[in-house]
């Protein structure tokens, strides 16, 4: 087993980024050809496909069986209050630990750069990378995007689209929307989602959000309204 620390990494200063902000859930997870082999239902412990070479998932998915069902050759574990990821024994698998805490704080783009061409890496020699947090929301999400636009060249709206369409639930923090859109701007020349403001969430938000705030705002106008007839 091949286990690389995140410090072993030359990485800059981490920088300072404002407050994270509450972000909506979404629970219509579905079932995939993956989950049914793997016998994973729940959205916690559902592995979504990326790409032939690339899986997505939440801790509770992660299993030494599972790894080894998948063919997985290298785990980025992307939770800093998460332990370390449990291996098999039995193989080498690459380890990477990206220890960033799922706040708009937090300064994840220092890591994309170096997950997604680890990912590369990786398929370039026929393996594969599972790339997991706590629950495959955000912070593994936000790297797994990364990858589609440095080496998959999917500008950010496409790979977010492609990503929820595959995996639902995805939420990254709009901090990490806000470094995804610079990381996208350096590796694509231009931005594709922009940040605007938006009044059910009361801050600026990703473009691609508005649709599911501006449902949380009609929501909360009629019950208001319905519940102030009682």
């Known amino acids: 087993m091949k286990v690389v620390s995140a410090e072993e990494v030359k990485f800059e200063n981490e920088r300072i980024i404002p ?13 995939g050809p ?14 979504t496909e990326v790409t032939d070479s690339l899986f997505l998932c939440g801790a509770p998915a992660v299993s030494p069986q599972n790894l080894r069902d998948l063919g997985v050759t290298c785990v980025v574990n992307a939770a800093a209050e998460l332990p370390d990821t449990p ?9 990477l ?15 994309m750069d170096t997950v997604a061409d680890m990912i590369e890496e990786v398929r370039n020699a026929g393996g594969k990378t599972l790339v997991h947090c706590v629950a495959g929301i955000s912070r593994s999400a936000s790297l797994c995007l990364a990858y589609l636009i440095k080496h998959e060249r999917m500008p950010l709206k496409k790979a977010y689209a492609h990503l929820k369409t595959r995996r ?27 940040m605007v403001h ?22 909360q106008q009629h ?4 519940f102030g007839r009682l």
């Not at 291996?87 to 380890?95: F, G, N, S, T, V």
């Not at 630990?97 to 890591?111: G, T």
């Open 19 to 31: 407050k994270d902000i509450p972000i909506l859930a979404n629970e219509n997870i579905q079932e």
């Open 34 to 47: 993956l989950e049914r082999r793997l016998g994973v239902k729940t959205p916690l412990t559902s592995i």
């Open 87 to 95: 291996l098999p024994q039995d193989r080498e698998i690459a380890y």
């Open 97 to 111: 630990k990206v220890s960033v805490e799922d706040k708009s704080s937090s300064d994840l783009l220092l890591y």
């Open 168 to 194: 639902p639930t995805i939420k990254p923090n709009t901090g990490f929307f806000t470094q995804l859109i610079e990381f996208e701007i350096r590796f694509l020349g231009a931005a594709t989602v922009s």
């Open 198 to 219: 938006n009044q059910a969430a009361g801050t600026h938000i990703p473009d691609v959000y508005e649709a599911e705030y501006q449902n949380m705002l009609w929501y």
């Open 223 to 226: 019950y208001s309204r319905n």
